[in-house]
């Protein structure tokens, strides 16, 4: 079993930078791909960026490309988010998952994780 807590979440402005974490606990001993995805008001969950274990392959939302960086720590299992020149419609709240089965593959899909964080909340002023 692995647990999974996110921090880093809070109000910024437009065009501000916000750093997210993802501090995995339990069964840490494998390699695992991390990913990000976030969730607005009424709007379906969406794929931000994925991570494999390696590092060899990340993926992007079109939407954060260029703004955000996943990156993960793996000797102190912690995974990051920087976010930089945030906009409103990042607001949602943000999520990270591991997949321990495939962790060679950064998928972009919710069901290719297979544990969960609880979610931070983001929220960008404009």
């Known amino acids: 079993q692995v647990h999974l807590v996110e921090s880093g979440g809070g109000l910024v402005q437009a065009g501000g930078s916000l750093r997210l974490s993802c501090a995995a606990s339990?069964?840490?001993?494998?390699?695992?791909?991390m990913g990000w995805f976030r969730q607005a008001p009424g709007k379906e969950r969406e794929f931000v960026a994925a991570?494999?274990?390696?590092?060899?392959?990340?993926h992007y939302s079109d939407s954060v490309k260029g703004r955000f960086t996943i990156s993960n720590d793996n000797a102190h299992y912690t995974g990051y988010l920087q976010m930089n020149s945030l906009k409103p419609e990042d607001t949602a709240t943000y999520y990270c998952?591991?997949?321990?089965?495939?962790?060679?593959?950064?998928?972009?899909?919710?069901?290719?994780?297979?544990?969960w964080g609880l979610g931070t909340q983001v929220t960008v002023s404009s």
């Open positions: 998952a591991i997949d321990i089965d495939r962790p060679w593959v950064a998928g972009l899909a919710g069901n290719d994780y297979d544990y």
């Open positions: 339990g069964r840490t001993d494998r390699p695992y791909a």
């Open positions: 991570l494999n274990s390696r590092g060899s392959t990340i």
